[in-house]
């Protein structure tokens, strides 16, 4: 199974940007479909975005789209999101994951998981 390592994020204000970077190693990185979840306190694991193992499909959550960018860089091992125009709601703590099913939004679908890296968004 592929080991995934989340950094980015940290504390922004409400308005503002960051990005996420998830690497990837010990696996073939390029076979899998990679999404990004999100967990508040007190609340499930979300879906948020994910990207197809190719890089051409991708899908989000209808409360990111426009503001948020999941993008992959299969020579290099790496998934990033962009994160824009953030909302005191997006605070949470962000997971990477690494799956089989095609941008699926369930988190059964992935296998692998990453530790998880704040994001707290100031109002």
């Known amino acids: 199974q592929v080991q995934l390592v989340e950094s980015g994020g940290g504390l922004v204000q409400a308005g503002g940007s960051t990005r996420l970077s998830c690497a990837a190693s010990?696996?073939?990185?390029?076979?899998?479909?990679m999404g990004w979840f999100r967990q508040a306190p007190g609340k499930e694991r979300q879906f948020v975005a994910a990207?197809?193992?190719?890089?051409?499909?991708?899908s989000y959550l209808d409360s990111v789209k426009g503001r948020f960018t999941i993008s992959r860089d299969n020579a290099k091992n790496t998934m990033d999101l962009q994160m824009n125009s953030l909302k005191p709601e997006d605070t949470a703590l962000y997971y990477c994951?690494?799956?089989?099913?095609?941008?699926?939004?369930?988190?059964?679908?992935?296998?692998?998981w990453g530790q998880g890296t704040q994001v707290t968004v100031s109002s």
């Open positions: 994951a690494a799956g089989t099913r095609s941008t699926s939004v369930d988190p059964k679908d992935y296998s692998s």
């Open positions: 010990g696996g073939t990185f390029s076979i899998y479909s």
């Open positions: 990207i197809s193992s190719s890089g051409r499909t991708t």
